[in-house]
């Protein structure tokens, strides 16, 4: 699948992905991506993040591609069994581990399944990721038939951490929509 083949939405975590951010150049440098818009970017709600990315997919005309970071990972977890079908793929980036923060704000987010995707996904981890265990995300990409990539001493993978251009996550991306291969309909 070519990115021109798809929708791909930007689905950003807790307080948005900044203009030094990868997802936000991605958004400027890819044609067919959108970001998904929250209400309320810095006090994050399950049922409303959730209900934002189904009404950004149904808007969707062609498949849709997630590009997900940090709590918007969580937030495609949430989604995935409502939104399955319109999905293509999933690259999923700098996974929270919700259930085992102790971080007020994202407690609503707690609780991802470990159902697998009814998708073809990337999950890409640090080994020094803040917030989550690399051992973990490892655990999870494999409950839900994730690739799992390997970020090396990365971080968070965010602007803050040396993430902005991030040509890497560009090559890792063509991996996962040429193993998403042709478009299923919308």
Not at 8 to 34: C, F, M, Y
Not at 107 to 136: H, N
Request: negative net charge; glycine residues 8%.
């Amino acid at each position: 699948m070519k990115t021109s083949e798809c929708d791909i939405l930007i689905v950003p975590g807790w307080n948005n992905s900044g203009p030094d951010h990868w997802q936000t150049r991605w958004e400027k440098r890819l044609p067919t991506a959108r970001r998904v818009a929250q209400r309320d970017w810095a006090h994050p709600d399950r049922d409303a993040w959730v209900s934002a990315l189904g009404i950004a997919i149904g808007k969707a005309k062609r498949p849709v591609v997630l590009v997900a970071h940090s709590l918007g990972v969580a937030t495609v977890i949430h989604a995935a069994p409502y939104v399955g079908r319109k999905v293509a793929a999933a690259f999923l980036v700098g996974l929270p581990d919700v259930d085992r923060l102790d971080v007020p704000e994202i407690q609503s987010f707690a609780g991802l399944s470990s159902d697998p995707l009814p998708f073809p996904s990337m999950l890409v981890a640090s080994r020094d990721d803040p917030y989550c265990a690399f051992e973990r995300a490892d655990e999870y990409a494999a409950a839900w038939g994730s690739d799992f990539v390997d970020a090396g001493f990365a971080g968070h993978i965010n602007g803050d951490t040396g993430y902005g251009p991030w040509p890497e996550g560009l090559t890792r991306f063509a991996t996962l929509l040429k193993r998403a291969g042709a478009p299923a309909a919308p």
